[in-house]
């Protein structure tokens, strides 16, 4: 299957010694990568295999989001998931525009000055 991500990178412009005005895709550094992920079970195997470590301070206690967080040839990678429900204790993922959105804004609130 296929799974929908959101993919946000800061990236820092090298000095090019030919033109400082004009820059191509391989004289760019990408710093941080944030990757958001609907579901625990799709972001799981990404996790697995970047080795990324849970971050329990990333957002605040009182949301269900998680975050993931290490590092990949020299970048700082993010992932973030929107959690599971746990107002009606069912335990299902929050999938949907809203709980994407809100972990988005967060994690993008977190990270921006990183």
Known sequence: TLVPILIWCTCTIL???S???????????IQHVLIVIAMEAEAKPFVEHLDLLKDDNFFPSHVPFHA???????SRVTVVTNGKDHIYET???NCGTVPAAVVSFLALEK???V
């Open 111 to 113: 990270l921006k000055d």
């Open 19 to 29: 033109s400082p005005a004009v820059q191509t895709l391989e004289e760019m550094t």
């Open 15 to 17: 000095p090019c010694e």
């Open 91 to 93: 335990g299902v993922d």
């Open 68 to 74: 993931f967080s290490g590092t990949h040839n020299g």
